[in-house]
């Protein structure tokens, strides 16, 4: 696989979440041996959605909706 920012070659990785966040198992991912650019599954689908969901997050659709939960606390 090759990176798209850079063109050079990504290797696979196994994310995990240091935290003790949500994630209970390693997340597949590839990373760039030169730049550091990291894709898992979930970044790879939102890069390929469709331009009505881009069109929704520029008008500010889902700014509003995560600033109303951010209200609520």
Excluded at 20 to 48: H, K, P, S, Y
Excluded at 52 to 59: H, I, P, V, Y
């Amino acid at each position: 696989m090759n990176c798209h920012r850079c063109s050079n070659l990504m290797f696979p990785v196994a994310l995990q979440d240091w935290g003790g966040g949500l994630m209970n198992q390693d997340v597949a991912a590839w990373r760039c041996f030169a730049c550091g650019e990291i894709v898992d599954q979930l970044i790879a689908q939102n890069r390929t959605r469709g331009g009505e969901d881009a069109e929704e997050w520029r008008r500010g659709g889902a700014r509003r909706r995560v600033n109303g939960i951010g209200l609520l606390r």
